[in-house]
C-alpha cells in the first residue's frame, strides 16, 4: 500500500480495498537513507492500525540492499540501511522486514550465503532490543541471486546468531521462476515438504501472491496478476486452501491503478478460490498483463 501522505494514510486505503494485512515502505524506496519521521507519524501509525484491526502489517526494505555486496562501500550502506528500516519497523510497530537476500555478483553462492549471514549478525548486534523481524524473501534465482532454493535460506539462518529475530516470506512468482511445482497437487506437496524440512513452518511469517509471466524454471522475476500468469488458478487454489498456511498473511505485489481496482479483483478471486467461497470464475487467458516484479 502507498504511503503518499503519510505512513498513517496506508491503513485507510487498505481498508477500502477490503485488506486483512498489508505491506508498506517505511521510506522512499529507491534511496538509502531518509530523515527521521516527524513527530507524531508512529502514533499516527499505530492509532490507524488499532482503528482498522489490519494486523500484522509489514515491510519491505529498500531494493538497494545487498547483503552480500562484494563491494565494501555497497555492503556497509546495506547494512546501515537494514538497520536503519528495523529501527523504523520497531517504532511503528511493525511486524517484520521483508528483504531480498542479496547478489552474490560472481563470488558464488557459499560466499554469499557465508556474507549474508555475517551481515545479519552485525545488524541484529545494532538493533538489540528492537522488535521487528528480518524475513528473508525467497528469490527468483535471477542474475547471480541468493536465496532461490530452501536449502539457502537454511543454511543462512543456520549461521544467523539470534535467529528468534529472523524468519522467511515466500513468493509465490519467485518460487515458481526458482523451479519449484507449485501448479500441481504433487508439486505443491513437495514444495512444503522441502519447506518444512530446510526452514520449517514455524519461521514462515508472510506469502506474497502473485502469478508469474515466465514459465517454470525461468529464474525470471516478472509478477502478474492472479490467474493471467503461468502457475494456473489450481496453483492457487492449494495456497488458499492449504491449512498449514491458513493463518499466515498473504500479500499482492501485483500491479496497480490509483483506484486500486486490481487488488480487489485479485482478492475477490483468490477468495472465490476457497472452499466453502464458491467454485471460482473461469480461469482467465495468460499473459495480458503489465505487471512487473
Known amino acids: 500500500m502507498s504511503i503518499a501522505g503519510g505512513m498513517h494514510t496506508a491503513f485507510a486505503r487498505a481498508e477500502r480495498a477490503g485488506c486483512a494485512t498489508m505491506q508498506v515502505f517505511t521510506k522512499n524506496n529507491t534511496r538509502w537513507s531518509a530523515p527521521p519521521y516527524e513527530e507524531g507519524t508512529a502514533e499516527r501509525f499505530r492509532a490507524e492500525a488499532a ?12 531494493y538497494l540492499i545487498n547483503l ?4 565494501a562501500a555497497v555492503l556497509a ?13 520497531a517504532l ?3 511486524a517484520g522486514l521483508i528483504v531480498h537476500p542479496g547478489a552474490h555478483m560472481g563470488r558464488g553462492e557459499t560466499e554469499g550465503i557465508r556474507l549474508i549471514a555475517d551481515s545479519l549478525n ?25 536465496g532461490y532454493r530452501f536449502e539457502q535460506l537454511g543454511a543462512i539462518i543456520a549461521r544467523v546468531e539470534e535467529k528468534e529475530r529472523t524468519a522467511v516470506c515466500i513468493d509465490t512468482c519467485h518460487l515458481f521462476a526458482a523451479g519449484y511445482d ?3 497437487t504433487e508439486g505443491w506437496n513437495a514444495t512444503l515438504r522441502e519447506f518444512a524440512e530446510a526452514i520449517g513452518f514455524p519461521r514462515l511469517a508472510a506469502v506474497h501472491v502473485n502469478d508469474s509471466r515466465r514459465e517454470r524454471g525461468s529464474r525470471v522475476d516478472r509478477h502478474e496478476h492472479i490467474g493471467r500468469g503461468m502457475i494456473g488458478l489450481g496453483g492457487f487454489r492449494l495456497l488458499m486452501n492449504d491449512p498449514r498456511l491458513e493463518r499466515v498473511p498473504k500479500i499482492l505485489e501485483t500491479a496497480k491503478s490509483d483506484d486500486m481496482h486490481e487488488d480487489v479483483e485479485n482478492m475477490a478471486l483468490l477468495r472465490s478460490l476457497m472452499r466453502g467461497h464458491g467454485r471460482g470464475r473461469r480461469e482467465p487467458a495468460r499473459g495480458r498483463g503489465r505487471a512487473r516484479g
Open 77 to 89: 550502506r546495506s547494512r546501515d540501511a537494514l538497520a536503519d528500516e528495523l529501527t523504523r519497523c
Open 51 to 62: 482503528r482498522t484491526g489490519i494486523d500484522p502489517v509489514y515491510a519491505h526494505a529498500t
Open 92 to 94: 511503528l510497530g511493525i
Open 182 to 184: 507449485i501448479g500441481t
Open 68 to 71: 552480500c555486496a562484494p563491494d
Open 122 to 146: 552485525a545488524v541484529h548486534e545494532r538493533t538489540r532490543g528492537c522488535g521487528a523481524l528480518t524475513v528473508l524473501e525467497t528469490t527468483a534465482g535471477q542474475g547471480s541471486s541468493v
